[in-house]
């Protein structure tokens, strides 16, 4: 878990494992830093394997501008440095090489924010840095400059990108969104055309009014289901399937009141007292609910065959969801045996309807695409819910990838009626 009270250099090293780990930079790519209290900059080191750092790698350089440390800070310091004296406001910034985002910084492209509702919200506007030699003065310059526009994102001409925050969490929640819809829109323009929402309709999701309840007891079963949906949401994030800010789950307990993930809590790091119950109609006191309860309590009271819900937006799925390409499973048998016929609602029915929306969740339809929004996958019970959610991303994956190989050849109707015999489909 991360703190305020947890050390710079702790941050910066648990912030730069993460980086590195989900492939977001190389091993001498990338460098973070942290502006403290004092004035005093900490960032990561020159010349250091990125996937072996330890705290004491960490530089630190002071106000006065000695450098306190095993090593010589990143070479690319003084452009943090100067992003620092330019928005006073800034206190983290992350700078790394994700390959969708180097493909846009390559043909100078700023990726769509309005493919999907929320990101916008996360990264804000975005500015795009004139090209200078690594490390140089005229780099930090350009860079700051941008900056001093009001701008928290900036993508470099042929570099990567730089993101500065208030919190080191809160530069890589941009960093990470920034780099997904970059993702996003590369696979979407293999599938198709990408069809954003306008500006005007984008980020107008809304919570649920919902009064709360203090929870008498816990009993053994919710624990246990609590501690099973924290594995599985953080087996999600491992596999980019959830986003750290976005992904939902929630599993329906005995007496049928549900628990749901917490809403703007980073999903790499949820534990089970996050989770927030729902009974009732009432939320757990003093938590926040992911803005899909409705629709969850909806799926649930229409549904009784439905034990688990996850809403997501996995990129090679939600390729579909912002394209008006279809999602076929009749590609092999295990898609079809799970998948079954994916229907794609169109955007915000799920807010404006959560019953109607509800109702398409029959036992032969277990999944739902909602135009630039997400994927509703449900299943009898966690575990259920999450394999459809990995055959549905799978699924895309080798959909999409058949773009450069060479027509589909769907498995036809009387091997699809075999399918339904022989597994009970029908």
Known sequence: MHSLLTHPADQILQMM??????????????????????????????????????????????RSGEVLGLHRPSSEFPFHQQIYRQRPD?????????????????????????LLPNDYQICGDI?????????????????????????????????????????LYEAFNIFETLDYCARLEIKANRLGIPLPQGKESI???????????????FSAKEKELR?????????????????????????????????????????????PEDLVR?????????????RSVLLHQQIYETQPHVGSIIIAHPPNIMAFAVTDSDFDSRTIPESYILLRTIPKLPYGMTFHSPLESAKVFREDTPLALVANDCVIVTGQNLLNAFDRLEVAEYSAKALISTRCLGEIVPIDEKKIKEIDIAFKLS
């Open 17 to 62: 494992e993460r980086i590195y780990h989900y492939g977001m930079t190389t091993t001498s790519g990338g460098n973070v830093s942290l502006l403290d209290e004092n004035g005093d900059i900490w960032i990561t080191p020159a010349g250091v394997d990125k996937g072996s750092l330890r705290r004491q790698d960490i530089v630190c350089v002071k």
């Open 90 to 114: 800034l206190k983290a910034v992350v700078h790394a090489h994700p390959p969708a985002l180097v493909a846009f910084s390559m043909v100078r492209r700023l990726p769509n924010l309005y």
């Open 127 to 167: 500015g795009m840095a004139e090209y200078a030699l690594p490390g140089s003065e005229e780099l930090g310059q350009n860079i700051a400059s941008v900056f001093s526009e009001g701008v928290n994102a900036v993508m470099l001409e042929n570099h990567g990108v730089v993101i500065g925050s208030n919190t």
């Open 227 to 271: 501690r099973d949906m924290c594995e599985l949401i953080h087996r999600a994030y491992d596999q980019k399937l959830f986003t750290s800010t976005q992904g939902t789950f929630s599993q329906r307990l005995e007496d049928g009141s549900f628990i749901i993930t917490p809403y703007a809590v980073d999903r790499k790091y949820l534990e």
């Open 203 to 217: 980020g107008k999701k809304m919570h649920a009014n919902l009064d709360e309840f203090s929870p008498v007891t």
């Open 278 to 290: 729902i009974e009732h109609g009432k939320k757990e006191a003093g938590k926040m609910p992911s």
